[in-house]
């Protein structure tokens, strides 16, 4: 199985430190794949014209292919608190989801990475809104999943940390993409968001996922929280979450979602990349 890091490379913080050596260096390091976070809407491929903006795309392309990294999935936009409560708003965010699709073809990549629309923030849960809150999802996603069509992306719907709202858990995210029933409709499973649920069982997650996982964001956690760990600085069984991997036949990137900590001098963030390498060999053995 390959194995990929979030790689953050449009910010000057992580693996970004290194400029236009970053794809090298994660080569270096030893991943074969990075995914892409465009989540940020103010960033220049949302805001600058078109052309300006495949540029600057097209270039990480060339900066990543020449250093050997395959780019396996991209981030789409998402921005906290969320701002998805009236029509305005969510026009505005399909807009910046359809530049953001568009980023991903043209970077050559398969898998985009989303969250489901929150129009009532994160406290709808078990209130006569988690109802709505579905029904808009439901035609959003409709209507994004043409987009992703035209461009031969498959969006990846990831389940969240957020308790209390209503599109949270693996069998929430499922039920979408289900009824969906799209084959450009698939799901990114995060072990940390899984583990934010009390009592929640990676291995029976993986599972109940498997038919429709694509991708993966991987970090460990603690109870209601999305500490975006190194995994064993959590609370996930990692023996049963490759468990599950192997038992759904998973065929994509271990991508792990952290990186060493950013202020970390050069030498011990190489050093501590290093260990998240032999952490996922560890792993996978």
Known sequence: ?????????????????????????????????????????????????????????????????KAGIEINQVHGPWRYPPRDATEEDRAERFE???????????????????????????????????????????????????????YGVIICLENMPMLDFSISKPAEIVSIVEEINDENLQICLDTGHVT?????NIYEEVQRVGKWLRVLHVHDNVSAKDLHAVPFFGAIDWKAFAKGLRDVDFKGSFSIETTPPINLPDNLFEDASKLLVNIIHHILA
């Not at 000057?12 to 976070?37: N, P, W």
């Not at 934010?196 to 929640?200: H, M, T, V």
């Open 1 to 65: 199985m390959k194995i990929g890091i979030y790689a953050s490379t449009f910010h000057k913080a992580g693996y970004g430190r290194y400029g236009e050596k970053a794809y090298e260096k994660i080569r270096e390091l030893g991943f074969d794949t990075s995914d892409l976070d465009i989540c940020e809407t103010d960033l220049e491929i949302y805001t600058l014209p078109q052309a300006e903006s495949d540029k600057i795309i097209l270039r990480e392309k060339e900066l990543a292919e």
């Open 96 to 150: 910046k989801m359809c530049i953001s699709i568009r980023a991903t073809a043209l970077i050559g990549c398969k898998y985009w990475v989303i969250h489901p629309l929150m129009p009532f923030g994160v406290t709808d849960r078990d209130t006569p809104n988690a109802a709505i809150t579905r029904q808009i999802n439901l035609e959003f996603f409709r209507e994004l999943v043409k987009v992703a069509k035209k």
């Open 196 to 200: 934010a649920f009390r009592g929640s």
